[in-house]
């Protein structure tokens, strides 16, 4: 289940909203197990990518600013804010 992209598709049925169907339909007790197995893989995979073997391993030097990749637009979801508000 995932809201990815639910800030574009304002129309579209929330994950909240079908959480009673995704219940119903999420495999019990081994459909969670293999969730958190799928979630592990990510984050281990994650973390060795940042060549990393735990989260102990990260400090504040895996931080730094960054600007986003594209400014405010006209056509943007946000087209009125100021750069500034973008720094961290």
């Not at 079908?18 to 995979?45: H, S, T």
């Amino acid at each position: 289940m995932s809201n990815h992209g639910g800030r574009q598709l304002d129309q579209a049925i929330g994950s909240a909203a079908v959480l009673p169907e995704v219940v119903g339909a999420a495999g019990g007790q081994a459909g969670v197990v293999r969730l958190l197995e799928l979630l592990e893989d990510e984050v281990q995979r994650c973390l060795g990518l940042l060549g990393a073997a735990s989260f102990a391993e990260l400090d504040r030097s895996y931080l730094h600013a960054a600007m986003p990749a594209n400014l405010p637009h006209v056509l943007s979801a946000f087209p009125l804010l100021k750069i500034e508000e973008y720094r961290y």
